[in-house]
């Protein structure tokens, strides 16, 4: 294909992702979203090269018969506008596509719950065997059954990604069903992945949206995980003969009768893994690979056997009997051995006896009550370890701590000792709340199988007995008489809630809706008797639905001590006053749906408050001074992400030096200006502070000390200087008021921002330099360690910068850092040795827009130490850049040790080489350097590149210098053997 028809192409692909990017700006516009403006700004570009593409560009078939194009198939073409080519204006529909993706990018597979794939060799046949019927147009859908704790997901989840890596399918999807199927959650999760948002709340609308939205896709895997029974795939929104155009079903199920009653044209079943591979599989989690005591090793063999060959038994028991001794290992065989369990199928007896050995070693009561309360959760539910610390401080851990901070750490060490348990599993791609703080914190996954064990060892201990049904199933089973705690998430057939629930013992009761029936009532005067015992009350309803709070309810709950209320439901309550006669709460979440404009004065009154949690509560615009002051216990005070109506008062912020065990405090304002005068944040342990809307994005939530500033002045230092030394991302945006500011180290800190793990600098035009030791600077050469844990650095339009350290070089500075981005940086004259210097764990360096010369400028006498040696590096649109590497043509022999080493790290810097991209650099004459010590060449090997696109170098006339035709050797042997990706543009290459 030449570049015409392939520009051609992607300027219609650039137009479909343009009709799909307006669409959902409309959607999301419909729903009081914000939209950023760099969207409009893409349509526009969008917009403007779609009519370029499709009014001026015209073909010229004539080829060049360089060697270049001999070698890379690289075509001509002209435009009528003179000076214009076809290759110029795919690099940028190139790059419009790739922005236009990344708006709403589709997240596929990649959001699933996923630990390391194990590939067993029993395991392999069935492996490849479903991945040759997903190659098979015969095949629509594949069944994969076995026993629970078998491998089943773990397979599937290997398979989805294989087969997204081998671009089998344009989009990979999956679902989990459970034993309880929700159809709405099952559409929503798929919609997701399509980044899809339904306009209409019924199961049939998403249906028909999901159904259309998949009718326009040319191929699709979709995998619906832990099938129990039949289920209606047209009524998701999946075609019942979905394997059209190619696109296919994969379920999984331990019972081999769904696979037939699901119509599958092949079934996969995996049995248990052979003794040798379940003893391996043991050996790894129990950490027993250097073990010599054969006394021992015979044990372990005795206790895999006892595991059956399911691996989550296996994993869950060596994790358990980590760091153990023999005498540990030879409780745990007479446990296994001995383990009788009541009422529990023959099937999951073995994994259940294995599941409560690890239960038994778990080795405190914190622990052990954190795992059944994960079990709460629905199935296959992301675990928010924020919602976990919430719930567990209101029923017990209140009493054993001093402060809800301890509490935190104390549910964070329980996760900890879970994960390593393997009783949980750590949650690496999470769909994230819109709007929450501190998005770093956990989230965890509890496996079904483990999930049941929970369910039945809770309901063995009449202390922590719990249950978890629809709501129809309460009344008629009367499941819930002895229960102290629910979690209710659906209503039944026609949506009629218990009119009446007798839980005496209750101590947490949880309702999630997403119904939209705006007649339904529940929480009826007489629904709920409850004793005094109810600890955790949380109710979200994001539909709706019409929930009443009788005050009769909340007169009984005298000792409540976590609420939580969130939902649209709220904005029918102009008046929550009977909140303030719940005296002994401590934990408060009022969020998205209250229409009041002011906080309410009965907040003053809960004078046990220790967290107030205001963060979604978007229509909030004034906190009354004096206010919190009367909540002297609160530790932890989160006020909104943002403001729909732009409206913030924060003069309440003088009310926080009268609170003295505030430890964390969240919340966006409209400027700095907008501080109250003579204000100063007191010490912190965690924040997340925006000076100006949008100034902290994904960035500062990925953190547990986050702060934006803007037009940071000396003033606004000292506002924050006893936040700077702890913090861990710092974003500062300036603008042409900026004056005096010109240093990081010391001006802003000089204490060094020893814990600052991520820097954002844009506009401050008067800096000079991040580091500055002189005696103008004001630093102290002596001290130690500068910026030490620094990972991520971006510098954005800072108009003086020219050097990153002025003065003698601490003694440690930037050692972690990873990722440098630099763009419109217009007095920095080279990146080695100026702006970095020391060797460092760099992984990306990005350069934009800068009038650089070099990028590493190099002498024999002057850097005899490691270069930074960047695994990814990017130049865009450096148009005064002349090489990359700029050093001595030939190094002089009589400084030999000198050049030797020099030459080392030229070739090791370039050896880490994984991707190099160079865009529209117009007077770059050569890529790799040629180091010729004395007479004798120095070849650089290159030898984990694996992609490099060099475009719009109309000056360049060497790759390598040297011998051409070894040149040409090397980038044939080099595109086919390793390269993924490899183009060279056109225009005027030369190689001599």
């Not at 501080?675 to 100034?695: E, H, K």
């Not at 990005?846 to 930074?868: D, F, S, T, W």
């Amino acid at each position: 294909m030449d570049i015409i028809e392939e520009l051609r192409r992607e300027a219609d692909e650039l137009a479909c992702i343009q009709r799909e990017v307006q669409e959902k700006v409309n959607r999301a516009k419909e729903a009081g979203e914000e939209i950023d403006e760099h969207v409009y700004k893409w349509l526009e570009e969008a917009q403007n090269i779609g009519v370029k593409v499709t009014t001026n560009l015209r073909v010229d078939t004539k080829a060049k018969s360089t060697l270049v194009s001999k070698l890379f198939s690289c075509y001509c073409c002209r435009l009528k506008e003179p000076g214009e080519d076809a290759l110029k204006i795919r690099t940028v529909v190139d790059d419009l596509v790739a922005q236009g993706r990344s708006i709403f990018p589709a997240q596929g597979i990649e959001l699933i719950w996923r630990d390391g794939f194990l590939d067993f060799g029993s395991r392999k046949s069935a492996f490849i065997r479903i991945m040759e019927s997903l190659k098979d147009e015969g095949i629509g859908i594949i069944g994969v059954s076995g026993l629970g704790g078998i491998g089943k997901t773990k397979l599937v989840t290997e398979i989805g990604k294989r087969a997204k890596d081998e671009k089998l399918f344009d989009y990979v999807l999956m679902a989990t069903v459970t034993q309880n199927p929700d159809i709405r959650q099952i559409q929503w999760t798929l919609a997701d992945m399509l980044n899809l948002k339904f306009k209409d709340d019924d199961d049939s609308s998403r249906a028909n949206e999901l159904r259309a939205r998949l009718d326009k896709e040319r191929s699709v895997l979709v995998i619906l995980d832990d099938v129990w029974d039949i289920i209606n795939i047209n009524s998701v929104g999946i075609f019942p003969y979905f394997n059209q155009k190619g696109c296919k079903i994969v379920i999984t199920t331990r019972c081999d009768k769904v696979c037939q009653d699901m119509c599958c044209n092949y079934v996969v079943r995996l049995d248990v893994v052979t003794h040798v591979e379940a003893f391996a599989l043991f050996c790894e989690y129990a950490d027993l690979k250097d073990q010599k005591s054969n006394r021992l090793l015979t044990k372990a063999k005795i206790i895999v056997k006892e595991c059956g060959g399911l691996p989550l038994a296996v994993v869950v028991v060596g994790s358990a009997l980590r760091g153990k001794d023999l005498e540990d290992y030879e409780d745990a065989l007479q446990k296994l051995s001995s383990s009788n369990f009541v009422n529990v199928e023959s099937a999951d007896s073995d994994i259940y006896s294995c599941l409560k050995l690890s239960y038994d070693y778990l080795d405190d009561e914190d622990t052990k009550k954190c795992f059944l309360l994960c079990s709460v959760f629905p199935e296959d539910s992301t675990i928010m370890v924020k919602d976990l610390t919430r719930y567990a401080h209101g029923q017990w851990l209140f009493q054993n701590v001093n402060s809800f901070g301890e509490a935190r750490m104390r549910i964070f060490a329980s996760v900890r000792k879970l994960e390593d348990a393997s009783l949980l599993t750590h949650v690496t791609h999470v769909r994230r709340r819109k709007g929450n703080y501190f998005q770093n914190w956990p989230s965890m996954k509890m496996h079904d199988m483990v999930r049941d064990f929970a369910i039945w060892l809770a309901k063995e201990n009449a202390a922590f007995f719990f249950v978890l049904a629809p709501s129809n199933d309460l009344q008629r089973k009367r499941m819930h008489e002895n229960a102290t705690a629910l979690y209710l998430t659906k209503f039944d057939l026609d949506h009629q809630f218990p009119t009446k629930l007798k839980c005496p013992n209750l101590k947490i009761l949880i309702v999630t809706s997403h119904i939209s029936i705006s007649s339904l009532e529940i929480f009826q005067d007489n629904f709920l008797e409850v004793s005094n015992a109810l600890q955790v009350l949380d109710i979200r309803s994001y539909s709706s639905m019409n929930i009443m709070l009788p005050p009769i309810l909340l007169e009984n709950l005298n000792n409540l001590k976590t609420l939580c209320l969130s939902g649209e439901w709220l904005s029918r309550y102009k008046d929550m006053s009977m909140l303030g006669t719940l005296k002994n709460l401590e934990i408060l979440e009022l969020n998205f749906g209250l229409q009041q404009s002011i906080l309410p004065e009965w907040i003053g009154e809960l004078g046990n408050l220790c967290l107030l949690d205001l963060s979604r509560w978007y229509s909030l615009e004034v906190i009354p001074c004096n206010l919190l002051s009367k909540l002297t216990k609160l530790e932890e005070l989160y006020t909104p992400f943002f403001h729909t109506r732009r409206k913030w008062d924060a003069n309440f912020l003088s009310d926080l030096n009268f609170l003295p065990l505030l430890s964390a405090f969240a919340g966006t304002f409209v400027g700095f200006h907008s501080l109250p005068a003579g204000f100063r944040f007191g010490t912190l342990q965690m924040y997340y502070i925006n000076c100006r809307p949008r100034i902290l994005k994904e960035e500062g939530i990925r953190w547990t000390r986050s702060l934006g500033l803007d037009d940071i002045n000396d003033v606004s230092i000292k506002v924050f200087e006893k936040l700077f030394p702890d913090v861990e991302c710092l974003k500062i945006v300036g603008s042409n008021y900026i004056h005096g500011i010109d240093n990081m180290y010391p001006q802003i800190d000089d204490a060094g921002f020893q814990n600052l793990r991520e820097l954002f600098l844009g506009e401050i035009y008067g800096m000079e330099c991040l580091i500055d030791t002189t005696e103008t600077g004001l630093g102290l050469s002596s001290l130690t360690t500068v910026l030490p844990n620094l990972v991520h650095l971006t510098l954005d339009n800072m108009r003086q910068l020219g050097k990153m350290l002025h003065g003698p070089a601490p003694i440690s500075y930037l050692g972690e850092l990873k990722k440098v981005v630099i763009i419109k940086c217009p007095r920095l004259d080279n990146i080695v040795p100026d702006m970095l210097l020391v060797e460092s764990k760099m992984e990306v360096l990005e350069i934009k827009e800068c009038a650089l010369k070099h990028v590493y400028q190099l002498n024999a006498k002057n850097h005899l130490q490691p270069l930074p040696s960047p695994e990814v590096i990017e130049l865009i649109d450096l148009y005064a850049l002349q090489s990359l590497w700029n050093m001595p043509l030939q190094l002089e022999f009589t400084d030999k040790d000198n050049n030797v080493k020099l030459c080392k790290h030229i070739v090791r810097c370039l050896d880490s080489l994984v991707k190099m991209k160079i865009h529209n650099c117009l007077v770059l004459e050569e890529v790799f350097p040629f180091v010729e010590l004395g007479h004798q060449e120095s070849h650089v090997q290159l030898s984990n590149l694996v992609e490099l696109e060099l475009a719009l170098l109309p000056k360049l006339k060497f790759i390598w210098k040297g011998n051409q035709q070894n040149l040409l050797c090397k980038i044939i042997k080099m595109k086919q053997q390793r390269m993924h990706f490899l183009v060279l543009s056109q225009q005027s290459r030369r190689l001599k």
